[in-house]
T-cell receptor
């Protein structure tokens, strides 16, 4: 499982409330990612990080912010949750391995915004 | 923007037959193409990948082919088994060196016993 955990694994929240999802890794990987998965859309990149305090936007970043103050933790925040943000969120890591950069996923967080 | 198209969206095959899933990408700078298998309620799992300097790669019953000129790559599963039933995603790297990826929309494979 590449030493990746996500918390919480399930969350139900109300529209307009802030929500923070946590991704934690134990193997000192440099690159970390947040994706959302919705039926018919596959996996879409929200934000990613290429080092401590170094982040960049993905294709669906509106309404989301991220922070990475330590190598092992990558936080995703929904400042004011909306029903359109109901989804399954996957964290992932990637590491260059002498010509390869395989990406591995965490177990996912199912978020429901009511 | 850049995208990856994946076909078919659903595929049913008889056990023992072969399955082929095809993807087309738009970013000519893409140089890494992984395939993931996702079982219901589970995380996507990397099953095979190919880099742009290789045309074909095999791992037991699965293989991936890449045609850089046509910008398409395919997953081939031979001698399919019921446990191959899952959703399969292709992906392509964006802008060499950025370690960002774009995914196809997935293929639901059903292997009928």
């Amino acid at each position: 499982d590449a030493g990746i955990t996500q918390s919480p694994r399930h969350k139900v929240t109300e529209t307009g409330t802030p929500v923070t999802l946590r991704c934690h890794q134990t193997e000192n990987h440099r690159y970390m990612y947040w994706y959302r998965q919705d039926p018919g859309h596959g996996l879409r990149l929200i934000h990613y990080s290429y080092g401590v305090k170094d982040t960049d936007k993905g294709e669906v970043s509106d309404g989301y912010s991220v922070s990475r103050s330590k190598t092992e933790d990558f936080l995703l925040t929904l400042e004011s949750a909306t029903s359109s943000q109901t989804s399954v969120y996957f964290c992932a890591i990637s590491e260059s391995t002498g010509g390869g950069y395989e990406q591995y996923f965490g177990p996912g967080t199912r978020l429901t915004v009511t | 923007g850049e995208n990856v198209e994946q076909h078919p969206s659903t595929l049913s095959v008889q056990e023992g037959d072969s399955a082929v899933i095809k993807c087309t990408y738009s970013d000519s700078a893409s140089n890494y193409f992984p395939w993931y298998k996702q079982e219901l309620g589970k995380r996507p799992q990397l099953i095979i990948d190919i880099r742009s300097n290789v045309g074909e790669k095999k791992d037991q019953r699965i293989a991936v082919t890449l045609n850089k000129t046509a910008k398409h790559f395919s997953l081939h599963i031979t001698e399919t088994q019921p446990e191959d039933s899952a959703v399969y995603f292709c992906a392509a790297s964006l802008l060499s060196g950025t370690y960002k990826y774009i995914f196809g929309t997935g293929t639901r494979l059903k292997v009928l016993a």
